[in-house]
């Protein structure tokens, strides 16, 4: 969808180091833009609304007041106690599809979300759409020419496939054909410090090879909870000794980017791109 230029845009999510790096650049386009942040901790500056992420009837009040119609989703948001779950006039009514969509997994639930939005009437908005600062560029790619790593990135793309329609991983590593991490609940950084110590074990950690490969899930939705790489990503993939990362870098959002090719040029770690 494209942005509607006769309505506000508004930000949802929880107001970390990315999100706010959108807003900011939102703002920077003159758009009358809000923010909702619906994690725990409250964030007094303006333009930014604190709302609990069940207070469905409070949100959709904020965006109606501002005249919004484009939202975008984008900051990590903090699991909700669902102790202090409580109804709000709004919110109940869409809890039958929520819990079926919890039973499935989180991109489910996020997919149900957007629908909740969409027909309410609201144009939700993929981060591209916001502005390509955030993605990498064709030059910014390297060529893969070795077939040995074609073929580790090749059957990490299909196992990552295979794992989706668990709602699962999001990465993992794969060196000479091996897998030696897949990415669980603890996150990119926690897999690849795993690697660097199975790799510190196997006796292999001064060996550059293989690659950490993360793509969207399959069939999730390609407007909220996409793939994240930053510096510390190349930090750690370069702790782990690794050939090179290997995204979707049209659905892969790259946090300080000017930096992350520099450094990412310091370290020779090779990005490349695949269609996943």
Do not use: W
């Amino acid at each position: 969808m494209n942005i509607q230029s006769n309505s506000s845009l508004c930000i949802i999510g929880g107001y970390d180091l990315l999100s706010k790096s959108f807003f900011t650049e939102v703002n920077s386009k003159h758009y009358d833009s809000i923010f909702i942040n619906v994690n725990e901790k409250h964030i007094n500056k303006r333009s930014i609304y604190n709302h609990e992420i069940f207070e469905l009837k409070k949100i959709i009040n904020t965006l109606k007041k501002h005249n919004v119609r484009d939202i975008l989703f984008i900051g990590k948001i903090n699991r909700p106690n669902l102790s202090e779950f409580k109804n709000d006039g709004e919110i109940e009514k869409h809890l039958p599809s929520l819990i079926k969509a919890y039973r499935k997994g989180d991109g489910f639930v996020l997919a149900t979300v957007i629908k909740i939005f969409e027909k309410k009437g609201f144009n939700i908005l993929s981060p591209l759409e916001i502005s390509k600062k955030f993605f990498l560029a064709k030059n910014d790619l390297s060529r893969l020419s070795s077939k040995a790593d074609k073929s580790d990135i090749n059957k990490s793309v299909k196992i990552l496939n295979d794992l989706s329609r668990y709602d699962n991983a999001q990465a993992i590593v794969i060196v000479n054909g091996y897998i030696l991490a897949i990415e669980a609940a603890e996150g990119t950084d926690n897999l690849l410090k795993r690697t660097a110590v199975v790799r510190k074990k196997l006796k292999q950690l001064d060996r550059n090879a293989g690659f950490l490969v993360k793509i969207p899930k399959k069939n999730q939705s390609k407007l909220i909870d996409l793939p994240v790489i930053g510096l510390k990503t190349l930090i750690l993939v370069k702790k782990a000794n690794l050939r090179g990362i290997a995204i979707n870098a049209k659905f892969t959002i790259i946090k300080n980017k000017n930096k992350f090719m520099k450094l990412a040029r310091e370290y020779s770690i090779n990005i490349y791109n695949i269609n996943s």
